[in-house]
């Protein structure tokens, strides 16, 4: 998951930023709503953090904004306002989950969890390629009927290619969705994980699913006969 926080304070930040990404996340962060804007116009998010004071507009008007603009993804706002009225206000301007400072991380994961789990039940949880099997809810993968260990970065790029199988996905296009905005492109990081995965999904014995496409990118599908 590709995790956008808007926060304008930077100690706050990265202590969500730095946990997230522990968990697996990958986390842009946003010091004010009209930087958050833009980051949501430019990428593609499963998620936003939001604070509600922030310089300029405050985090309602910016979700406002984003709904307008068909920003699908699950909202939690993360706020010292607790009042009941501000979060009545936050729910009707389209928020998932409403969680008052000073909370615990584990908390916050935890209603994270159950908001892209609201999320993905209006849709299939499992997705099928082959005898390979992943499993969105609990995390897991399976090829044949033997569960493959993932790493959270392995598994991101794995959701990423089942989703989009049969079709090729390019290097950048895996970088935007499973990697945060200050990654570089250049690097060989993409080649490093796709062989991890191949090491791990296509072992020997088993017919290839993950394939390289020369001068496109790389793509998992099974081959015909």
């Given at each position: 998951?590709?995790?956008?926080?808007?926060?304008?304070?930077?100690?706050?930040?990265?202590?969500?930023?730095?946990?997230?990404?522990?968990?697996?996340?990958?986390?842009?962060?946003?010091?004010?709503?009209?930087?958050?804007?833009?980051?949501?116009?430019?990428h593609?998010?499963?998620?936003?953090?939001?604070?509600?004071?922030?310089?300029?507009r405050?985090g309602?008007?910016?979700?406002?904004?984003?709904?307008?603009?068909?920003?699908?993804?699950?909202?939690?706002?993360?706020?010292?306002?607790?009042?009941?009225?501000?979060?009545?206000?936050?729910?009707?301007?389209?928020?998932?989950?409403?969680?008052?400072?000073p909370?615990?991380?584990?908390?916050?994961?935890?209603?994270?969890?159950?908001?892209?789990?609201?999320?993905?039940?209006?849709?299939?949880?499992?997705?099928?390629?082959?005898?390979?099997?992943?499993?969105?809810?609990?995390?897991?993968?399976?090829?044949?009927?033997?569960?493959?260990?993932?790493?959270?970065?392995?598994?991101?790029?794995?959701?990423?290619?089942?989703?989009?199988?049969?079709?090729?996905?390019?290097?950048?296009?895996?970088?935007?969705?499973?990697?945060?905005?200050?990654?570089?492109?250049?690097?060989?990081?993409?080649?490093?994980?796709?062989?991890?995965?191949?090491?791990?999904?296509?072992?020997?014995?088993?017919?290839?699913?993950?394939?390289?496409?020369?001068?496109?990118?790389?793509?998992?599908r099974?081959?015909?006969?």
């Amino acid at each position: 998951m590709r995790v956008l926080i808007a926060e304008d304070e930077s100690k706050v930040a990265d202590q969500l930023a730095t946990g997230l990404r522990a968990e697996g996340y990958a986390v842009d962060v946003a010091p004010d709503a009209s930087a958050a804007l833009k980051l949501a116009n430019e990428h593609p998010y499963d998620l936003l953090l939001c604070d509600v004071v922030m310089p300029g507009r405050d985090g309602f008007t910016l979700l406002r904004q984003l709904r307008r603009k068909d920003f699908a993804a699950p909202v939690i706002f993360v706020t010292a306002r607790g009042d009941v009225s501000d979060r009545v206000k936050g729910l009707d301007a389209g928020a998932d989950d409403y969680l008052v400072k000073p909370f615990s991380f584990a908390e916050l994961l935890a209603r994270v969890r159950a908001v892209t789990r609201r999320q993905r039940s209006s849709g299939p949880h499992v997705i099928r390629v082959a005898d390979l099997e992943l499993d969105l809810m609990a995390r897991v993968a399976r090829r044949g009927n033997e569960d493959v260990g993932l790493t959270n970065r392995e598994f991101a790029l794995l959701e990423f290619l089942m989703t989009n199988s049969p079709r090729a996905v390019s290097k950048t296009a895996i970088v935007e969705h499973v990697w945060d905005q200050h990654f570089d492109p250049e690097t060989n990081v993409v080649n490093v994980y796709m062989n991890y995965l191949r090491r791990k999904i296509d072992r020997p014995g088993l017919k290839p699913l993950l394939q390289t496409i020369r001068g496109v990118g790389f793509a998992l599908r099974q081959e015909p006969e």
